[in-house]
């Protein structure tokens, strides 16, 4: 049974760093994308970044460009999302969620979710 666990959350302050962790585990992540969404305070669950089974990446979030970036470890089963430079407005809940190969900033695209992680941004 497929089953994704998302360590890495917790409080860090403005201009801090932080990795989130999406792990994979009753099947190999090689051919399959994960896609990193987030879910502020009182917003709609939004995609930010996606990696296909080809390593490539896909940015939906303008509010996240060259700040944050997802990497794929195929050995450990494992997609990081390296978040830096944060701001307060990164505060949010952050799922990951698998697919079949390609990328998507649909919810709906994808099967299988993470129970997500809290990122805290404050001073």
């Known amino acids: 049974q497929l089953q994704v666990v998302e360590p890495g959350g917790g409080l860090v302050q403005p201009g801090g760093s932080l990795r989130l962790s999406c792990a994979v585990s009753a099947f190999t992540l090689n051919y399959y994308a994960i896609g990193w969404f987030r879910q502020a305070p009182g917003k709609e669950r939004e995609g930010i970044l996606c990696i296909n089974s080809n390593s490539g990446s896909t940015n939906y979030a303008d509010s996240v460009k060259n700040r944050f970036t997802i990497y794929r470890d195929n050995a450990n089963n494992t997609v990081y999302l390296q978040m830096n430079s944060l701001k307060y407005e990164d505060t949010g809940v952050y799922y990951c969620?698998?697919?079949?190969?390609?990328?998507?900033?649909?919810?709906?695209?994808?099967?299988?979710w993470g129970q997500g992680t809290q990122v805290t941004v404050s001073s």
């Open positions: 969620a698998v697919r079949w190969r390609s990328c998507s900033n649909h919810r709906a695209d994808f099967a299988s």
